[in-house]
């Protein structure tokens, strides 16, 4: 399929950095905590999550940064700059670096939206991350995926329904919804969106249509 679209870090010329480190071994001390720990220090703060029974913690990384070019994302280069940017961090900054720089198990890229000009062509349609992906900032992609999979499942089976027709439908009653929850990851940069925003994203789209 050879649709145009665009990969969307930021609208303007600023993009968020995510990273996610695990730990292999939990201190003594970090097993007596089941919670999710985190703080933040200007542009940049970080989550720690306990996982396989507390014996390993998954630390997410995330920072504003200039839009990241070809050098930028070799793995090595992406390790270094989450480490300086974890050295950084006011709570436990250097223990924080330490894992960055030693984990094993490491993944780092900039937070993106996927925004397609069409989303079908001939037998071929996407879905959910593959054709509108709104970014982990947005919190909707598996509500974006589980509705267009809906609307998706049904645009066809209606009587006498033929596949382009299926899809025109299928996109028209979905773009609507996937922008307005797209736009929810860059309303407030560093911040929630609106609790307005969030409920008239919620119910852009009738699956009674």
């Known amino acids: 399929m050879a649709a145009r679209g665009r990969v969307v ?12 480190v695990a730990v292999a071994r939990a201190t003594p001390q970090s097993r007596q905590s089941r919670r999710v720990e985190g703080t933040r220090s200007g542009e940049a703060g970080f989550g720690i999550t306990p996982v396989r029974d507390n014996t390993e913690l998954r630390i997410a990384f995330g920072f504003a940064s200039e839009p990241l070019d070809g050098g930028q994302r070799d793995p090595e280069r992406l390790r270094e700059l989450v480490t300086e940017k974890a050295a950084a961090l006011r709570w436990e900054g250097e223990r924080l670096a330490k894992a960055a720089a030693e984990a094993p198990d490491f993944y780092c890229d900039a937070m993106a939206q996927i925004r397609m000009d069409h989303w079908s062509r001939g037998r071929v349609v996407l879905l959910g991350d593959a ?10 992609g598996t509500s974006l ?3 267009g999979a809906h609307v998706l499942a049904e645009e066809p089976a209606r009587p006498g329904a033929e596949h382009r027709a299926a899809f025109t439908r299928y996109e028209e009653r ?7 929850n797209q736009a929810l990851a860059t309303e407030n940069p560093g911040g ?5 925003s969030v409920e008239r994203a919620k ?3 009738s699956l009674d249509a």
């Open 145 to 147: 995926a589980l509705v």
């Open 174 to 180: 979905m773009r609507p919804f996937v922008e307005l």
């Open 131 to 140: 054709g509108y992906c709104p970014s982990p900032l947005s919190g909707q």
């Open 192 to 196: 929630p969106a609106s609790e307005e």
């Open 203 to 205: 119910n852009a789209i």
């Open 9 to 20: 870090t930021s609208p303007s010329d600023r993009s968020v950095v995510s990273a996610l």
